[in-house]
């Protein structure tokens, strides 16, 4: 029968998964009735699974970002209990994104290095009344050890969604260092991942220029001297200088947080 061999060649190559427009050739006038009809048939077959598809991905992703958004409200619960802390993350969300930008990364890199910044403190959900409550400069080892635990515990909060990838190990090692004193791994130089690097940086900038019931707000000039006596030892001494070159061209974050967002709007999935 003329055309079956090419709508057998055709149907062979549906079900392995290319869904070609090759199928539509067999529905002309040229073909015989039986073959058209098949062809038209399987093509029909073929554009309703393309469209389940295609909309079982759209759930994905609706449902990825009703996840962020739903983690993300967990963390800005944290800004009740500590007004200090309020817009901290979606501040240093945005100094990760603007410095993953600056250094060209791809499309994918940058939203897991924001969504990293923007849930980095998660874990200090976990934080005591006594710890929150501090308004005491001086810290005793309990309460040290307390807030050494807060990346592990956002970590284990965050490590069942792994559609966020290496974002999960940016939240944990945000607090290494260079010289492999920091925490909780005591990581040292090439094993500290760059996201977990800019991470650091926006962490570090952000707290030093904000009002803290420790300290005050620190103007610029204060801040990247600070900024670049920790590179070296804490901090990327490259990634320090083009975030500083980031902020005197284009300013500082002013993000307060906002109970009356919708985080799902705002949600750009890769």
Known sequence: MD?????????QDISGGNFSNDIMELTSDKYDP???????SVGLMMVRIEAREFALEQANDDLKCNIIATVKAVARGLSLRDPYTRGHGERVGRYCERLARRLEWSKEEIWTVQVAG??????????????????DTRVDDEMLNEIRMHSEWGYCMLRGLSFLG????????????????????????????QGSRVLSIADVFDAITT????????????????????????LDPELVEQFIQEINENGLEDVEDNFTTCAVKKCSLP
């Open 3 to 11: 055309g079956l061999t090419e709508l057998l060649a055709c149907i």
């Open 34 to 40: 039986f073959i058209r009809e098949v062809a038209e």
């Open 118 to 135: 923007t849930l980095h403190d998660i874990g200090k959900i976990g934080f005591s009344d006594r710890l929150i409550q501090n308004e």
């Open 166 to 193: 290496p974002a999960i190990e940016f939240v944990h090692s945000h607090h290494e260092r260079l010289d492999g004193t920091g925490y909780p791994c005591g990581l040292k130089g090439d094993e500290i991942k």
């Open 211 to 234: 009002n803290r019931s420790y300290q005050d707000a620190m103007d610029l000039e204060k801040a990247f001297s600070i900024l670049r006596k920790l590179a070296g030892p804490a």
